[in-house]
């Protein structure tokens, strides 16, 4: 058996395109193949997902079994070293490794990775399996493969967002306009982390109140109005605090470093997570990411009434899917849908209750009331009195009679 030595590293290609590398011949062929077609963080987290794989298991691509597989998932969720064991459940809180939406995109990456093999003749089978067979098809195989029971299953859990004090203690805690701004954008806009680095000062539209996302999430553009506080904050920091070193360098983009040895370069993702735990840590709050602030903006705009279809656009979500989300984060938006619906619930039930009651009191009383018994003899046909006659026992007879008009006839 050949274990492999992979080490994940980075570059460009001779077109300046991101380039990730691990060294195997298939691996690296299959991350040139993402690298034209993908995202470049989307090449890098394959490529570290393949590199964890191929660690664990210590095999080459051309020796990996379902077996293996199936062994990487118990390794991942439960810690443990033997990758031989069988698939077991177990919940989050009991995992010591990763969680299971991480093991679900790595089995994503690798069964991506075999299927470019497959295609390209490299190998004869898939070995990641799409599925664990239910009890229905191990009874009953089926041609196509029926039904298949998910390798890993992943719980669905809402995000955490933040309250109106929370955000505004944030707000209040940091320190330069360059902060409130950038805060502002994924606050009141909605923006991502890497949309609003990406930011440049051509995609600013100011007197529309709107941003040019150039490079979304997937390479998509869109454009996205912001509140005014957020274009307050811009302007104070474009006028006072943005470095003229920025300009000299004439990279375009807006958020740059303001002190050290960088200033004046674009602002990183580290460097602006590092701003958002300080600020984090003055107002007192946990666990916060930039994400938290997208979440908490469309949050905010679906409690206040705003279209699903329109926070879709805003949040430049390809599937309305990832939008419906927010219906469950906006709890006055669910609980004003139930108490209507309750409502009208209640009011159908008082409205057709009395009635019933009423008809059920009125078929108790009438064999025995003495009030109705003379007022049905006006509404008996006498063409029916020779017909019902017979039927009246001899016994009651004497009693129905004289109200049919039968007195005297037998």
Request: proline residues 7%; glycine residues 8%; hydrophobic residues 45%.
């Amino acid at each position: 058996m050949t274990v492999l030595d992979l080490r994940l590293t980075q570059g460009l290609t001779p077109s300046g395109l991101p380039s990730v590398r691990l060294g195997e011949p298939w691996l690296d062929a299959y991350l040139d193949f993402l690298t034209a077609r993908c995202r470049p963080n989307t090449v890098l987290a394959a490529g570290y997902d393949l590199k964890v794989f191929f660690t664990v298991i210590a095999k080459v691509p051309a020796e990996v079994t379902a077996a293996d597989v199936l062994g990487f998932i118990t390794t991942q969720r439960t810690g443990s070293a033997d990758v031989a064991g069988p698939v077991v459940a177990v919940t989050d809180a009991a995992a010591r490794a990763v969680s299971a939406r991480t093991v679900r995109r790595r089995l994503s990456s690798i069964n991506g990775f075999y299927t470019f093999l497959l295609a390209r003749g490299d190998i004869t089978a898939n070995p990641v399996p799409l599925g664990l067979p239910t009890r229905r098809e191990h009874d009953r195989p089926r041609k196509n493969g029926g039904s298949r029971t998910p390798l890993i299953r992943s719980p669905r859990t809402l995000p955490v967002i933040l309250n109106p004090a929370e955000a505004d203690a944030l707000t209040a805690a940091l320190r330069t306009h360059r902060d409130r701004a950038m805060v502002a954008a994924m606050l009141l806009g909605g923006l991502r982390r890497c949309e609003v680095l990406r930011l440049r000062l051509e995609d600013l539209h100011v007197g529309a109140r709107r941003v040019f996302i150039a490079e979304g999430k997937g390479g998509h553009q869109r454009q996205v109005p912001i509140s005014k506080r957020f274009f307050t904050a811009l302007g104070d920091y474009l006028t006072l605090e943005r470095p003229a070193e920025a300009d000299q360098l004439g990279h375009g983009h807006v958020f740059c470093v303001l002190k050290g040895p960088r200033r004046g370069q674009p602002l990183s993702a580290s460097g602006l997570d590092e701003v958002l735990a300080g600020a984090r840590r003055r107002a007192g709050l946990g666990h916060l990411t930039c994400h938290q602030l997208r979440h908490t903006c469309l949050t905010r705009l679906r409690e206040a009434g705003m279209a699903l279809e329109a926070i879709q656009a805003q949040a430049g979500h390809a599937s309305i899917e990832s939008t419906r989300i927010y219906l469950h984060l906006g709890d006055e938006w669910l609980a004003g849908q139930y108490r209507r619906a309750a409502e009208a619930i209640d009011a159908q039930t008082l409205t057709d209750h009395p009635a019933a009651g009423h008809r059920a009191d009125h078929r108790a009383a009438a064999p025995t009331s003495p009030v109705t018994t003379p007022a049905v003899a006006p509404a008996v046909a006498p063409a029916v009195a020779p017909a019902v006659a017979p039927a009246v026992a001899p016994a009651v007879a004497p009693v129905v009679a004289p109200v049919l008009g039968l007195r005297g006839r037998r």
